[in-house]
């Protein structure tokens, strides 16, 4: 009995040393600990969970699954491992096990709590739905995370359309302007500051793929660009290659730290690109580029429709950049987002985006050298043609 319940809490400083390194992306050091955490005792979920984490911000996803089924054989009723797995099988393209799984997430109690349907007060939603066609019926599509995350499944409304349904687009207030613009005339939209309209039929904007099979890339609808927009006429007005460019996104992202580049200094390589005029797409801050004022996402996208291409980090200006089918640039922190998966310099979401991956967190001066060769080819290929 001693030597259980020492190695039990040997296992749990284990894992509060392994959480710490994760803390200060030290994954390495992190994966270690947690090995050792579920060696003194097995049957530690959480060790095993993180054991999953620490592999997959190391880029091994198939050994981050193996850590996660484990973890669920021993919590089978706890959400956190079933989510995991299905952010392994997207990362590595895996999309008919990934959007299936990633369903699940609606049992998670917490993630359900934080939707923007679910805080809508006195808001009583109609059946959930499970991607049938019930023509004449009422959709209600609704923005259950990031407006990133709205901005990337948009691309879906042209096989909402077909549904024959009455569709109603629940969006926040920033994106209603360009949401508006781009969706059939038959369809509503309405931001998630009003009262949820009557509707028959309810779904999430990340359940589209599941609910339309988005199995594996060639199912991806608008790949080549589903968004328009008006052009800015300054911004088209201006000389030499113009070019947008974001380096930080929102600090409350969860992910934030691996993502954006806090340490502007670092962008000095890009402005020795010759040829291009810089236009800086960063919200509150020029760094000494040209900036238009923009109030809300459909005025970003018409200074980015007038742009040659765009430079970005993983935020919402590279999903409105992909969706226009303006060639994007798109610098990806690591670990990344599962949108992005695991390797490789092209996504399946957007034709004209150029992945540029850091090989370890933080490594952007590698990332920002190959970006600047890639703008210098563009600007060549344009002087050229």
Same mark, same amino acid.
């Given at each position: ?18 959480? $710490?390194?994760? *803390? ?19 049957? !530690? ?31 089978? +009723? ?28 609606? !049992?998670?109690?917490?993630? /359900? ?19 049938? $066609? ?15 995350? $709205? ?5 879906y409304w ?7 349904? !009455? ?6 207030? *920033? ?15 309405? &931001? ?6 009557? /509707? ?11 609910? +339309? ?57 890009l402005f ?21 004022? &923009? ?40 670990? *990344? ?13 957007? +034709?004209?985006? &150029?992945? +540029? ?6 490594a952007w ?10 703008? &210098? ?9």
């Amino acid at each position: 009995m001693r030597l259980a319940g020492w190695r039990k809490r040997e296992s749990q400083r284990a894992v509060v040393s392994g959480l $710490v390194a994760m *803390n200060a992306q030290d994954y390495e050091r992190a994966e270690m600990l947690f090995r050792l955490a579920v060696e003194c005792y097995p049957k !530690h979920f959480g060790a095993w969970v993180n054991l999953g984490n620490a592999a997959g911000n190391r880029g091994r996803h198939r050994d981050a699954l193996r850590y996660y089924h484990h973890a669920h054989t021993l919590a089978p +009723f706890d959400p956190a491992p079933r989510v995991n797995i299905a952010h392994a099988h997207l990362q590595l393209g895996e999309y008919r096990d990934g959007w299936s799984i990633y369903e699940e997430r609606w !049992h998670d109690p917490t993630f /359900h709590a934080r939707t923007s349907i679910a805080v809508a007060a006195g808001t009583e939603l109609a059946k959930r739905w499970d991607g049938a $066609v019930h023509r004449d019926r009422s959709l209600l599509i609704f923005a259950e995370q990031g407006a990133g995350d $709205v901005l990337m499944m948009l691309r879906y409304w042209g096989l909402l359309e077909q549904t024959g349904m !009455h569709v109603i687009y629940r969006v926040p207030a *920033n994106l209603w302007r360009l949401v508006r613009y781009n969706v059939p005339k038959g369809a509503d939209v309405v &931001t998630d500051t009003e009262p949820v309209p009557r /509707h028959d039929y309810h779904a999430a904007f990340m359940s589209l793929p599941y609910l +339309f099979r988005t199995w594996r890339a060639a199912d991806i609808p608008g790949s080549a660009g589903y968004l328009h927009a008006r052009p800015h006429p300054e911004v088209a007005s201006l000389p030499g290659y113009r070019v947008g460019l974001v380096w930080k996104g929102n600090r409350a992202h969860k992910g934030d730290a691996m993502r954006s580049i806090h340490n502007s200094d670092q962008l000095a390589p890009l402005f020795e690109t010759a040829g291009v005029t810089w236009v800086s797409l960063q919200l509150g801050e020029a760094n000494g580029m040209k900036q238009f004022e &923009t109030l809300d996402f459909y005025e970003t996208s018409t200074v980015v429709r007038s742009l040659h291409a765009v430079v970005s980090v993983d935020t919402s200006t590279a999903h409105i950049a992909g969706a226009l089918c303006v060639p994007t640039l798109l610098m990806i922190g690591a670990p *990344n987002d599962y949108r992005w998966m695991a390797s490789g310099d092209r996504t399946p979401w957007y +034709f004209n985006t &150029t992945l +540029f991956r850091c090989e370890r967190p933080h490594a952007w001066p590698k990332v920002i050298e190959s970006v600047r060769s890639e703008l &210098t080819r563009l600007v060549d290929q344009r002087r050229a043609a």
